[in-house]
């Protein structure tokens, strides 16, 4: 199986400043999704990319996806504090599609 | 309307005990998983249940077993309880994966604290 390696490990930033994510796989996907989880939560969904899709947004993330580099990015314009959060990538635990397969996660922490 | 709920919240016993946490979604999704995530906030696939049926059980002990009653519900049991099974375990639903798992809803999470 696969899994994903988020880069970087931790990210600290100021309010207003952009934050890239990046994320890369071993084998072959069907989609690659985005994941936030705050503190003590759940993760909750952020952004689904399919394989045959290069960028994707939604508000104010945007999303690449590089298949022939297999990997992605997520970027998060003008941070808030309301962004400090974990953030995953996740991709099909097999070719079947079974389930998800998470990175081990970038913490952003935005500070005001 | 909470979409997938767990409980209990936060789980302390002894090494040892036998403990269940229970998980149930309202989306009517077929999908369920089980996931576990550790103190570095890696989280790992457990067990995979579609339609009630066991898709995945991804090397886990057979002191863990899970149990889907019906697709709204799979319930999660641990026997014999040790150290090392402290963890935060979720629950999560989606729908049937159709060309790669589609948007997976994911349960607070249940803090298991092994004594």
């Known amino acids: 199986s696969q899994q994903g390696e988020e880069d970087p490990q931790a990210l600290s930033i100021q309010e207003g400043e952009n934050a890239t994510m990046n994320c890369s796989y071993k084998?072959?996907?069907?989609?690659l999704q985005w994941y936030r989880q705050n503190s003590g939560r759940g993760l909750v969904h952020l952004i689904l990319?399919?394989?045959?899709?290069r960028e994707k947004h939604s508000g104010r993330l945007r999303v690449t996806l590089d298949t022939s580099k297999k990997s992605s990015s997520l970027l998060i314009t003008a941070s808030r504090a309301a962004d400090t959060a974990s953030y995953f990538c996740?991709?099909?635990?097999?070719?079947?599609?079974?389930?998800?397969?998470f990175g081990k996660g970038t913490t952003l922490s935005v500070s005001s | 309307d909470t979409a997938v709920s767990q409980t209990p919240k936060y789980l302390v016993t002894q090494m040892g005990n036998d403990k269940s946490i229970k998980c149930e979604q309202n989306l009517g999704h077929d999908t369920m998983y089980w996931y576990k995530q550790d103190s570095k906030k890696f989280l790992k696939i457990m067990f995979s249940?579609?339609?009630?049926?066991?898709?995945i059980n991804e090397t886990v002990p057979n002191r863990f077993s899970p149990k889907s009653p019906d697709k709204a519900h799979l319930n999660l049991h641990i026997n014999s309880l040790e150290l090392g099974d402290s963890a935060v375990y979720f629950c999560a639903s989606s729908r049937f994966p159709v060309q790669g798992v589609a948007e997976a809803f994911f349960g607070q999470g249940t803090r298991l604290t092994v004594v």
């Open positions: 084998t072959s996907i069907n989609n």
């Open positions: 990319i399919r394989s045959n899709e």
């Open positions: 249940y579609n339609n009630k049926e066991l898709i």
């Open positions: 996740a991709t099909d635990f097999n070719q079947a599609g079974t389930a998800l397969i």
